[in-house]
């Protein structure tokens, strides 16, 4: 679980720093601002950093339990599966990851 944990981490530090680069010279609040109202834009600065920030916050929260073998599908793996399938077009992303019913991005 590591791996996809490395994984998706660096994707979400990719995606805030991308944001944050598109909005040069904004910040903290200056990016909430700026997307204050359009909040249902997909690509609306404040709604990719808070997707950053609760990413993070699922992370932060899922057991690690390494010394009991973790059954492919266990609660905790599935959620990080799904977490990673929207970067499955990434050249690091692990085919073992893909869950069945998904769109491959």
Same mark, same amino acid.
């Given at each position: /679980?590591?791996?996809?944990? $490395?994984? #998706?981490?660096?994707?979400?530090? $990719?995606?805030? =720093?991308?944001? !944050?680069?598109?909005? %040069?010279?904004? &910040?903290?609040?200056? #990016? &909430?601002? +700026?997307?204050?109202?359009?909040?249902?834009?997909?690509? =609306?600065?404040?709604?990719? #950093?808070?997707? @950053?920030?609760?990413? !993070?916050?699922? *992370?932060?929260?899922?057991?690690?339990?390494?010394?009991?073998?973790?059954? /492919?599908?266990?609660?905790?793996?599935?959620? %990080?599966? @799904? *977490?990673?399938?929207?970067? =499955?077009?990434?050249?690091?992303?692990?085919?073992?990851? +893909?869950? $069945?019913? #998904? $769109?491959?991005?």
């Amino acid at each position: /679980m590591a791996d996809i944990i $490395e994984f #998706l981490e660096a994707r979400i530090a $990719e995606d805030e =720093s991308a944001v !944050r680069a598109s909005h %040069l010279g904004m &910040q903290g609040t200056d #990016l &909430q601002v +700026a997307g204050a109202g359009s909040d249902a834009s997909p690509l =609306s600065p404040a709604r990719v #950093l808070a997707e @950053c920030a609760a990413k !993070r916050k699922i *992370l932060g929260n899922v057991p690690l339990v390494i010394d009991i073998p973790v059954q /492919m599908g266990g609660t905790s793996e599935y959620v %990080l599966m @799904c *977490l990673a399938a929207v970067y =499955s077009s990434h050249p690091d992303y692990q085919e073992g990851w +893909a869950v $069945e019913g #998904l $769109e491959r991005s």
